[in-house]
T-cell receptor
């Protein structure tokens, strides 16, 4: 069955605001990855956090991982219209299993 | 330069036809994948190859047959297309030997298959 579940399914914010997306999963993992998918394009890898890490940053992205709660969050700070996309978490099992994604709309 | 490229980008065909999708990666990766993304954006792995060898074959009808002539190419042939095959098919690749889920995957832009 599906491993990762993103929440919310859709999120609409104003430019400049922060966007937070959550991911929950069911079984033990080696790592958790976040991907972005722009409309009509393939997925682009954003960040990978290993199971022994609690937080990771990359530019305006901040990812946290709580293995005790089997959850992760992706925070995008100071959002821009160009951040409008679907965001997927993928758990590092074999094979990699993707959630259904959060559709983020950033309104200028 | 495009890292993972798929052709064609769009494929519209009749039920019952046979079609192929091609994928090439120029990243020097060892592992390649085929995924199917349905209308609800759910992305599900179909196959994975490592260095031309099939290592993952999820529950996929045997009408779908992958072929990897070399480690830079992974093609997907579909026989007797059905309405339910309509979806976006993504090719991806990653570094490392075997199904190394610790490595990021690089995706192509997808092939939009529509069955009439």
């Amino acid at each position: 069955s599906q491993q990762g579940e993103e929440d919310p399914q859709a999120l609409s914010i104003q430019e400049g605001e922060n966007a937070t997306m959550n991911c929950s999963y069911k079984t033990s993992i080696n790592n958790l990855q976040w991907y972005r998918q722009n409309s009509g394009r393939g997925l682009v890898h954003l960040i990978l956090i290993r199971s022994n890490e609690r937080e990771k940053h990359s530019g305006r992205l901040r990812v946290t991982l709580d293995t005790s709660k089997k959850s992760s969050s992706l925070l995008i700070t100071a959002s821009r219209a160009a951040d409008t996309a679907s965001y997927f978490c993928a758990t590092g099992t074999t094979p990699l299993v993707f959630g259904k994604g959060t559709r983020l709309s950033v309104i200028a | 330069d495009t890292a993972v490229s798929q052709t064609p980008k769009y494929l519209v065909t009749q039920m019952g036809n046979d079609k192929s999708i091609k994928c090439e990666q120029n990243l020097g990766h060892d592992t390649m994948y085929w995924y199917k993304q349905d209308s609800k954006k759910f992305l599900k792995i179909m196959f994975s190859y490592n260095n031309k060898e099939l290592i993952i074959n999820e529950t996929v009808p045997n009408r779908f047959s992958p072929k990897s002539p070399d480690k830079a190419h992974l093609n997907l042939h579909i026989n007797s297309l059905e309405l339910g095959d309509s979806a976006v098919y993504f090719c991806a690749s990653s570094q490392g030997a075997g199904v190394n889920s610790n490595q990021p995957q690089h995706f192509g832009d997808g092939t939009r298959l529509s069955i009439l």
